[in-house]
């Protein structure tokens, strides 16, 4: 192979030269579908972190890679992606995405469903339907709908536990991420009189901010927030969204109210954009670290080779910017497997500068993605190709957390009966009891009991399917500081 093939522009001027071979059995490509396909193989040759693992395409007669000798034994671009995937150990991130979900739910903020997350809780062998959590300012918030209530029936049919909705492909559960009427009877927490709720999926701005409070506590006041995405806080021109003032307004209330100890609640977090990690990560660490290191990246070769790890490029090392003066010396973060990327990239690099307390759940860590991507839009099909490419490594060399960040604390339990931000809730009691008794945990058994006095008393979650795994990623989206990846005219 040329050595010229290393650079991208010209690899990207070359395969479309190529020639197409139709298959004889099976309805013929499109020639956009085949330049997609052949430029998602590109692009994961040259983008991907894992890019030695990847099969390396024959060259043609005068050298140049021949790309359509490999494609041609697929049927799509998502064909052609996951056949690279499984030559990887650890890429289970890389997707395409054709809609422009992502730009619009994690940069734009969004989304286009109910806004109510389900989720099965055991009863017995089997279990029930419950509302996990409800997002703010969305249809299901709208409609009544509260984090707790149990679902009874859904459009008349009652037949709502886990056996039986799993035999018809977890059709109920679903139902809250479509855009059908949906008429809900539920029954609230501690209840026994039901409600009937009517609910639809449809477009609404996200508020992640789910709840931001102050609490009283022994060790003095406390500051909560329970926060949901990693909604871009800047567009792509670097221009401040009404999310960035959100998050400002809120630091400044905790400031001005001199909290003493902070909960960051991303349980339900699955990520999104790097630059509003970026942002949260500033307000939180201390002062005497305003300008250190937050991370590095790790990148393939050929990036290496663009020069886009020095100082100042798109994957060169990123600095705190701390603007405000909150100087906490903890902080503490609730978190499941829903805490993903995003999420794991803030708590990772305060980790170096502060003591960061992390509590989990069921002996559990967080998802485990130390990893991201940014947007390569195909323009004939208006695809996005998002190929996992770069790694954030915190300030003590650390990065390689694809099994989770583990917590201090790892046996809480999620107290699905109480709404996010009460203090009885067993999340935040178990970080609250630590805050007033030097930093210290109780047992599994002896936080449950003192959550059980005060009804919040955990149930098992039995499991559920898997919804939006685009969300549970980390995205680079200012694409002028990056390489020019269109294809050309």
Known sequence: MKKSIVYISLLLTLFMTFGCKKSESLEPLSQTELELMDMTYLYGLYLSLWTEKLPQPEPLANGDPNLRKYTEKFRSAEEVLESLKVRTQFDRFSFIDRGGRVSEEIQEGVHVETGAMPIYLRSGNNGNLFIKLVQKGSPAEAAGLKRGMQVISING???MDYRTDSLQGFSNFYKFYSGENLTLVVKPEGQTQTRTINLRGAPYKLNPILTSKVVESNAGKVGYLAYTSFIAVQDTAGKKTEYY????????????????????????????AVNTAEFLANMLVPVAHGKAKMYEYKVNKYLVGEGLTKEGKAFGPTNFNKTNTLNLERVYFLATKSTASASELLMNSLAPYMDVQIITINNEGTYGKPVGFFPVTEEKSKADIYITSFQMINNDGYGDYFTGLKGQKADSKDGYSKELGDPTEQMFSDALYSINNGGRYQSAKASASRAATTGGASRESIGSPKTNTYRDNMYKFSKSSLLNLQLPN
Request: charged share 25%; net charge negative; aromatic share 12%.
């Open 157 to 159: 049919n009652t037949k």
């Open 245 to 272: 003032y959100a998050l400002e307004n809120m630091f400044t209330d905790f400031q001005s109210q001199g909290i003493k100890e902070l909960v960051v609640d991303l349980r339900y977090n699955g990520g999104g």
